[in-house]
C-alpha cells in the first residue's frame, strides 16, 4: 500500500538548509513537492496567466529553478499560512511579466543596439529623455497610497484588470477605479512636464 505525500508544509521543512543540513534528502522533497503538489499547481496558475508566446513549460521551468536556488541560498522565508506553492506562483508570475517586457522590446541602456551614424545622438537623447520620464514615474508610484500604486505598477508590467482583480482580491470596478485616481493623481504631480 502506498503512503501519502507529505504536506506542503512537511516537505518545505525539509527542503530549507536551515532546517536540514542533508543535501539529498533536500533534494528528495524538492522532487517529491513537484510530483506531489507543486508542478501541476504551478503549471496550471502559468497556463491560466501566460498570454505570452513564451511556452508555458519554459515558464514552469525558470520558475522552479529560480524557487530552487532562493531556497538554496537562504533567501526563502516561511510566512504563516502563505504555503510554498503560492511562494513558486508569485516568482512563475514574474517569470510571465519578464516575458512580456521582452515581446514590449523594453530594453536597458546596456541592450541598446549601437545606432548608426548621424542617427547616434538624436537617439541617445530620445534613450535618456525616455529613461528621465520612466524615473519620474516611477518617483510618482512612490508618493500615491499603496494600493493605487500597486494597481498602477501591475498596469505597467502588462497585467489585465481581470488579472489583477484576481490577484489583489478586489472586484474590476475598484481596480479600474484605482487605475483611473491614480493617473489623475500622477498628472497632477506634473512628472512630465
Do not use: C
Not at 36 to 46: N, T
Amino acid at each position: 500500500m502506498r503512503s501519502r505525500p507529505e504536506s506542503d508544509d512537511a516537505l518545505t521543512e525539509r527542503m530549507l538548509p536551515s532546517n536540514n543540513p542533508d543535501r539529498a534528502d533536500r533534494a528528495v522533497a524538492w522532487n517529491e513537492w513537484q510530483l506531489h503538489i507543486g508542478k501541476a499547481a504551478v503549471l496550471k496558475f502559468i497556463r491560466l496567466y501566460n498570454n505570452t508566446a513564451e511556452p508555458d513549460e519554459d515558464i514552469l521551468q525558470e520558475a522552479l529553478l529560480t524557487a530552487f536556488l532562493e531556497v538554496e541560498r537562504g533567501r526563502y522565508e516561511r510566512r504563516a499560512g502563505i504555503p510554498f506553492t503560492a511562494y513558486v506562483k508569485g516568482i512563475a508570475r514574474n517569470k510571465i511579466r519578464e516575458a512580456r517586457r521582452r515581446e514590449r522590446g523594453v530594453l536597458s541602456l546596456e541592450e541598446l543596439p549601437e545606432p548608426a551614424g548621424d542617427d547616434l545622438p538624436r537617439r541617445l537623447e530620445a534613450d535618456v529623455e525616455h529613461r528621465l520620464k520612466h524615473e519620474a514615474l516611477r518617483s510618482g508610484l512612490g508618493k500615491l497610497p499603496s494600493q493605487r500604486r500597486t494597481v498602477l505598477e501591475r498596469f505597467i508590467d502588462g497585467e489585465s484588470t481581470a488579472e489583477i482583480a484576481a490577484e489583489l482580491r478586489m472586484t474590476e470596478e475598484l481596480v479600474r477605479q484605482h487605475k483611473s485616481r491614480g493617473l489623475r493623481s500622477l498628472q497632477q504631480m506634473e512628472l512630465f512636464g
